[in-house]
């Protein structure tokens, strides 16, 4: 079995929604399902065959979250050696050497990226360029903008 790459903050959001999945959205679901059913005729009841719609879309969610923890494999960066080295799960500073910007990211499997929130996927071309370079390194990246070249500032295993 492929194991997947996952942060610890990544797998509990996971197990969160799961939760809730579980315990306040299908129940509520299940309630709705009751409710237009006592309203007769499911042939042409619109709130029946929307909330089974929406169970099915739960359901298929809650299988979808347990396979992606089933294939986890939970990386906490803060139990790692702290070698100064870009890795998954290290938050790192670059500086764009052609801004000047400076830029932070986490390295985060591809169902925690969030490219907004500075969370870049392992499979990123960016996170594919910082892993194992150090402090003072230079990574010359190709993104669709073209080849840039970003300086690590700073790696922290946080």
């Known amino acids: ?38 309203h007769g005729d499911l042939k042409e009841n619109a709130e029946y065959h929307a909330a089974r719609e929406q169970q099915g879309f739960c359901e298929g969610r809650i299988q979808e979250v347990e396979a992606k923890l089933s294939k986890a494999q939970i990386i906490d960066v803060t139990k790692l050696p702290k070698n100064g080295r870009v890795i998954f799960g290290a938050t790192v500073t670059v500086l764009k050497c052609d801004t000047e910007e400076e830029i932070t990211y986490r ?52």
């Open 1 to 38: 079995m492929n194991q997947t790459p996952m942060t610890v903050l990544g797998a509990e959001k996971l197990r969160e929604e799961l939760e809730y999945l579980k315990t306040v959205q299908r129940p509520q679901i299940i309630q709705a399902i009751a409710e237009a059913r006592a």
């Open 107 to 158: 390295i985060v499997g591809d169902d925690e990226s969030d490219i907004k929130s500075g969370l870049l996927s392992i499979n990123s071309p960016i996170a594919r360029g910082l892993i194992g370079k150090e402090v003072d390194d230079v990574a010359t990246i190709t993104t669709p903008a073209g080849k840039v070249d970003f300086e690590i500032v700073q790696v922290e295993y946080i």
